[in-house]
């Protein structure tokens, strides 16, 4: 199959290329991707049978005489986390709970709207009907108070149900957009064409409905702000540096970006690459997409890409292009907080070249923001930095 425009001779892509085969070679010894825990995709009749067991659980205790209440598995310390360089964050396997009880008053309202948030899914399952999030919260904006209600308890309904959320039929809003050579077709039939324009394709709602993926890429760019996506769509990144496929979460990555970042890994293992800024957010957000976050821990399986590479912009990149300080930005006292406790977690313990470069900008204590690089040229990004980052392997 033919994608246009072309791009480099195909020396250019000869370490990625090196890459791609030590990334199949090591999934080949490993005896291909580690088998799934935690949430699986559940049948419909599943989530129903789930959803009835929780709520006979419920009335159980009503007649009992008992206050009833649900136990969730506590996602909000480190003690209940453990991790695994083949998958990242997840849950340990007898991990503290916590009750949102019934007879709380601290915990009542959250109780009743968990009972009605089962009811609307039971009621969608059962229809084979979906609904976004958004959707969910309009049914009774007064009642819920605001979305992230709305979203806290969807997430801790799948973690209870030990389901992951798209088997409850609930999708959300996709935020994030993908470019370059990449073609599929959505659930309900539509062909979509992503090559690269001046303009992006939004991430769809439904990644497990997306079939017929066919791609050329030789590596799939993460670029952590929708400004620097935009801009290399603007340079005509795509196309200089074809066939290679573009994404962005447009900063913290929503779910379906991320479920789509894990679908192209799972269907291609391509080398994935991320572009964020020299900065403890940046990073954070890298890691989010690498090992995954203490708040979906429970989902892991369906959503980290642990063979993710550092690509730009590092601290070292600061001083090795003698970026002026006065294009850099003092690190506050929340920026020293977050780097310190990214370095306390368990996966840099075998990131060792990650922890040096955070190490480093704790020492200049100094961040910089991808568009540092434009003191250099306005280009410089697009026409310097990343060609030579990707044909010389300049990836940690």
Same mark, same amino acid.
């Given at each position: 199959m033919a994608f246009a425009p072309m791009g480099p001779e195909a020396s250019f892509f000869e370490v990625l290329d090196r890459h791609r085969a030590s990334l199949r070679a090591s999934l080949s010894a490993g005896g291909g991707e580690p088998p799934v825990r935690g949430t699986r995709r559940a049948s419909s009749s599943e989530v129903l049978e789930s959803i009835e067991n929780t709520i006979q659980d419920v009335i159980t205790s009503l007649a009992k005489h008992e206050a009833p209440a649900f136990t969730i598995d506590n996602r909000t310390t480190w003690e209940n986390i453990k991790?695994?360089?083949?998958?990242?964050?997840?849950?340990?396997?007898?991990?503290?709970?916590? @009750?949102?009880?019934?007879?709380?008053?601290?915990?009542?309202?959250?109780?009743?709207?968990?009972?009605?948030?089962?009811?609307?899914?039971?009621?969608?399952?059962?229809?084979?009907?979906?609904?976004? @999030?958004?959707?969910?919260?309009?049914?009774?904006?007064?009642?819920?108070?605001?979305?992230?209600?709305?979203?806290?308890?969807?997430? /801790?309904?799948?973690?209870m149900l030990k389901v992951p959320r798209r088997s409850l039929h609930i999708l959300s809003t996709s935020k994030g957009l993908i470019a370059g050579n990449l073609r599929y077709m959505e659930e309900d039939g539509t062909r979509v064409n992503c090559t690269c324009g001046s303009t992006a394709t939004a991430v769809p709602s439904n990644i497990q409905g997306i079939r017929n993926l066919i791609t050329d890429a030789k590596f799939l760019l993460i670029v952590e702000k929708d400004a620097t996506f935009q801009r290399l769509l603007d340079d005509d990144f795509c196309s200089k540096l074809s066939p290679c496929i573009m994404v962005t979460g447009k900063g913290i990555p929503d779910l379906n970006t991320r479920l789509l970042v894990k679908?192209?890994?799972?269907?291609?293992?391509?080398?994935?690459?991320?572009?964020?800024?020299? /900065?403890?957010?940046?990073?954070?957000?890298? $890691?989010?997409?690498?090992?995954?976050?203490?708040?979906?821990?429970?989902?892991?399986?369906?959503?980290?890409?642990?063979?993710?590479?550092?690509?730009?912009?590092?601290?070292?990149? #600061?001083?090795?292009?003698? #970026?002026?300080?006065?294009?850099?930005?003092?690190?506050?006292?929340? /920026?020293?907080?977050?780097?310190?406790?990214?370095? @306390?977690?368990?996966?840099?313990? $075998?990131?060792?070249?990650?922890?040096?470069?955070?190490?480093?900008?704790?020492?200049?204590?100094? @961040?910089?923001?991808?568009?540092?690089?434009?003191?250099?040229?306005? /280009?410089?990004?697009?026409?310097?930095?990343?060609?030579?980052?990707?044909?010389?392997?300049?990836?940690?």
């Open positions: 991790f695994d360089d083949s998958v990242g964050l997840q849950m340990v396997s007898h991990c503290a709970t916590r @009750k949102i009880k019934s007879d709380s008053p601290k915990s009542v309202q959250k109780f009743a709207l968990i009972l009605k948030i089962l009811s609307m899914i039971y009621k969608l399952v059962q229809s084979n009907t979906y609904a976004t @999030k958004r959707d969910i919260y309009y049914t009774d904006s007064q009642l819920f108070g605001n979305q992230s209600v709305v979203d806290t308890i969807i997430d /801790d309904i799948s973690c679908k192209l890994w799972d269907t291609f293992h391509m080398p994935v690459l991320t572009l964020v800024d020299a /900065d403890p957010h940046g990073i954070e957000i890298m $890691c989010i997409y690498k090992y995954g976050s203490m708040s979906m821990s429970f989902e892991a399986h369906n959503l980290t890409v642990p063979a993710i590479r550092w690509l730009g912009l590092l601290p070292s990149d #600061i001083r090795r292009l003698n #970026i002026p300080k006065d294009s850099l930005i003092p690190l506050t006292k929340h /920026d020293h907080v977050k780097l310190n406790s990214i370095l @306390k977690r368990p996966y840099i313990h $075998c990131q060792p070249l990650w922890r040096k470069e955070m190490e480093m900008m704790a020492e200049l204590n100094m @961040k910089a923001e991808i568009q540092a690089l434009t003191f250099l040229s306005t /280009d410089y990004l697009s026409r310097v930095y990343l060609p030579n980052k990707l044909k010389f392997g300049g990836w940690l």
